[in-house]
């Protein structure tokens, strides 16, 4: 039986990148599995006691398959499940210096939080704040750390 599951998706590597330092930094391979959105079944997630999922914010939300395989779940089927999200998203000096932008993020957000919701709404219970990772523009790369960043953010999961 999986202990944890980290279920990311993303457009250009980052949030992949960022969902493996996650998940080596929670366990081995036989504790923890890492699959991006578009492969979980949502059978798979059957006795996970951890769920963590990530997607790139594109368009102020998760990227479609993040947002079709949480609509998947049943109601109450994380029941028992420790979850959290994440997401990627620019920095918040690039945000402000599109005026437009930072309007649009103040309204809508980033995908980590709607994410989280989901999570909860599924039966789930958030042991974590959702968390954002840098990137530099649209398409990357990571800004530096922030590998180590999501590694220190796991570790710190894990011990809940």
């Not at 890492?34 to 769920?51: D, F, N, R, T, Y």
């Not at 932008?101 to 919701?117: C, E, Q, S, T, W």
Request: proline share 4%; with cysteine.
């Amino acid at each position: 039986m999986i202990k944890t599951c980290v279920v990311y998706d993303s457009a250009y590597g980052n949030t992949e990148r960022i969902g493996q330092a996650i998940g080596a930094a929670i366990g081995s391979a036989e504790e923890v599995v890492i699959v991006k959105a578009s492969e979980v079944q949502v059978k798979q997630l059957s006795g996970v006691k951890l769920l963590i999922v990530g997607s790139p914010t594109q368009k102020f939300r998760p990227l479609a398959s993040t947002t079709r395989l949480l609509k998947s779940i049943p109601n109450n089927g994380l029941q028992g499940v420790k979850v959290t999200a994440f997401d990627t998203r620019l920095t918040e000096s690039e945000i402000k210096r599109i005026r437009i932008l930072a309007f649009f993020v103040r309204l809508f957000g980033y995908a980590a939080k709607p994410i989280a919701d989901r999570l909860v709404q599924k039966g789930g219970e958030l042991i974590a704040a959702p968390e954002g990772f840098y990137v530099k523009g649209t398409e990357g790369p990571l800004l530096e750390g922030e590998l180590e960043r999501a590694a220190a953010w796991a570790t710190k999961i894990a011990a809940e």
